[in-house]
């Protein structure tokens, strides 16, 4: 079935730091992707998204790019900072589930001054 | 723009008891969803509509039942509260029910039954 797995539960980095995080997907369909962050004491919120028309999404300083070879959608961005800490969801859509969307597990990212 | 209120945020219950949870949208959207978010665990999806009267059952839907009795509004039930449970319950919603939809979250429930 449709999955996302992301490996790394919490990253913690200083500001100015390099983000990277990683998250692969499996799915026999052709997926629109996702990453979505919490904040705490919220909901998840979009942070950008991808479909098959276009490779790259880039909001607020982080990018994604869909790779169809390596069915990876890595998260990155060139330097964080604190207002960055929350969790980070990498979501796999439109499969052929249809209408539901496949959460991987989060991860949490802790920023430090 | 539009907004997602979710009542009550603090859920204190017994074990065995039925407990409602409530989700108001305002965005005008047809698809409603319900999930649950336990530590470590991503999000689940508990039930989804994708119109009023409408309920479809997600992943983790034994244990609750849903109604969409109104465009606007969605509630869950948890039909008997387990004894320790704690997890936060999320509304969404969506323009339409294809996988595509950016989906819009409320605050969510804190559910801790005791």
């Known amino acids: 079935g449709d999955s996302v797995t992301q490996m790394q539960g919490q990253v913690t980095l200083s500001e100015d730091d390099f983000l990277f995080i990683n998250c692969t997907y499996s799915?026999?369909?052709?997926?629109?992707l996702f990453w979505y962050v919490q904040y705490p004491g919220e909901g998840p919120q979009l942070l950008l998204k991808?479909?098959?028309?276009?490779n790259k999404g880039i909001s607020r300083g982080f990018e994604a790019t869909y790779d169809k070879r390596t069915t990876s959608f890595h998260l990155q961005k060139a330097s964080v900072q604190e207002s960055d800490s929350a969790v980070y969801y990498c979501?796999?859509?439109?499969?052929?589930?249809?209408?539901?969307?496949?959460f991987g597990q989060g991860t949490i990212l802790k920023v430090y001054l | 723009g539009g907004i997602i209120t979710q009542t009550p945020k603090f859920l204190i219950g017994q074990e065995g008891q039925k407990l409602t949870l409530k989700c108001q949208q305002n965005?005008?959207?047809?698809?409603m969803y319900w999930y649950r978010q336990d530590s470590g665990k991503g999000l689940r999806l508990i039930y989804y509509?994708?119109?009023?009267?409408?309920?479809q059952k997600g992943d983790l839907s034994e244990g609750y039942d849903a109604s969409r009795e109104k465009k606007s509004s969605f509630s869950l039930t948890v039909t008997s509260a387990q004894k320790n449970e704690m997890a936060v319950f999320l509304c969404?919603?969506?323009?339409?029910?294809?996988?595509?939809?950016?989906?819009?979250f409320g605050p969510g429930t804190r559910l801790l039954v005791l």
């Open positions: 991808v479909t098959t028309a276009n």
């Open positions: 799915t026999t369909w052709y997926p629109t």
């Open positions: 509509s994708i119109t009023e009267n409408d309920l």
């Open positions: 979501v796999l859509g439109a499969t052929s589930s249809g209408q539901k969307l496949v």
């Open positions: 969404a919603s969506s323009l339409r029910d294809w996988g595509q939809d950016t989906q819009y």
């Open positions: 965005f005008n959207h047809d698809t």
